[in-house]
């Protein structure tokens, strides 16, 4: 059973940074696809950013496009999403999935984090 973590949320000003980790606990962490979502009070789950196993390929929703960046570093099992210029709307818990098929930014991942709380106020 695959297990994901998420770590460096935060409160944080708007126009201020900060980059999420999602560690996994496997020994064969590159063939998984690593996807990004998150969820605000109210509001239905979304995706983020996701990325491929191999190139490897990155996607992100217009929301987000030219502030994050996602990237994996496959000797330390982690993916990171830097998150820059960040707005109050990207208030959210932020969770991140992983799963064998590439299922880009489609709510159906087999595996889930259990979330990290980003808050961007002044």
């Known amino acids: 059973q695959l297990q994901l973590v998420e770590s460096g949320g935060g409160l944080v000003q708007p126009g201020g940074s900060l980059r999420l980790s999602c560690a996994a606990s496997?020994?064969?962490?590159?063939?998984?696809?690593i996807a990004w979502f998150r969820q605000a009070p109210g509001k239905e789950r979304e995706g983020v950013s996701c990325?491929?196993?191999?190139?490897?390929?990155?996607n992100y929703a217009d929301s987000v496009k030219g502030r994050f960046t996602i990237s994996r570093d496959n000797n330390k099992n982690t993916v990171y999403l830097q998150m820059n210029n960040l707005k109050p709307e990207d208030t959210a818990v932020y969770y991140c999935?992983?799963?064998?098929?590439?299922?880009?930014?489609?709510?159906?991942?087999?595996?889930w984090g259990q979330g990290t709380q980003v808050t961007v106020s002044s």
């Open positions: 999935a992983a799963d064998r098929v590439d299922k880009l930014l489609y709510v159906m991942y087999d595996y």
């Open positions: 496997t020994d064969i962490f590159d063939v998984y696809y």
């Open positions: 990325i491929s196993t191999i190139g490897p390929r990155t």
